[in-house]
């Protein structure tokens, strides 16, 4: 399995821009996760879903950020505007209900700077 | 009070020394327990589990789980530099499936 995909890798835009993260989850998964980390808040989740509805988007910091899970093998976390304060490893991962342990897998991530 | 709290660290081990981290939980109801590492500029990844009360070893992890206690800890013996890393305590709530739970994390460096 190619494991969760995220892209782009890196990103730098300039303040005021939309960032649009792509992730693609382990086929067969059924919820989707996207967390935010920063050194000082450490990993916060920002919203997750289960077969693509939105399950608790409590953690998304405000109207600027939006998600999308159009069907099992796509999601989108879209930022509009950004700001430099959005600047931040966003990680995205995925597990499946039922498994052993449900174990949550990481993408790589999408390393943002906002300048 | 955090959901999960883990010590702020870091943590400084000689090479073959004991690396002893610690994570206290809120939720009593909790029902499992997970340990991911994450290296410097990669992603979390599962190490441990835990779902009942004792000792679980993994190579030379094990995982500890105190329920009464709301405590659960990573021992990781003969500890190697490849250990230095970020190792994050994850809880998961009966009532909220799916979701994680994570502590801030505590930061180990192994020392030769």
């Known amino acids: 399995d190619a494991g969760v995909i995220q892209s782009p890798r890196h990103e730098v835009t300039e303040m005021g821009q939309e960032v649009t993260l792509r992730c693609k989850p382990i086929?067969?998964?059924?919820?989707l996760f996207w967390y935010r980390q920063t050194m000082m808040r450490g990993l916060e989740l920002l919203i997750y879903?289960?077969?693509?509805?939105?399950?608790?988007d409590s953690g998304m910091p405000e109207d600027r950020f939006s998600a999308k899970m159009p069907n099992a093998s796509f999601s989108t976390l879209k930022i509009q505007p950004s700001e430099p304060r959005d600047s931040a490893v966003y990680f995205c991962?995925?597990?499946?209900?039922?498994?052993?342990?449900?174990?949550?897998?990481f993408g790589p991530g999408t390393r943002l700077l906002v300048l | 009070q955090k959901e999960v709290e883990q010590n702020s660290g870091p943590l400084s081990v000689p090479e073959g020394a004991i690396a002893s981290l610690n994570c206290t939980y809120s939720?009593?109801?909790?029902?499992?327990f997970f340990w991911y590492r994450q290296y410097s500029g990669k992603s979390p990844e599962l190490i441990m589990s835990?779902?009942?009360?004792g000792d679980k070893e993994d190579g030379r992890f094990t995982a500890q789980l105190n329920k009464a206690s709301q405590y659960v800890s990573l021992l990781i013996r003969d500890s190697q530099p490849s250990d230095s890393a970020t190792y994050l305590c994850?809880?998961?709530?009966?009532?909220?499936?799916?979701?994680?739970?994570f502590g801030r994390g505590t930061q180990l460096t192994v020392w030769p």
């Open positions: 991962a995925s597990s499946l209900a039922g498994e052993v342990g449900e174990t949550q897998y």
């Open positions: 086929s067969g998964h059924d919820y």
């Open positions: 879903f289960n077969n693509n509805v939105p399950i608790d």
């Open positions: 939720d009593r109801v909790s029902q499992s």
């Open positions: 835990i779902y009942s009360n």
């Open positions: 994850a809880v998961r709530r009966g009532s909220t499936l799916g979701r994680l739970y």
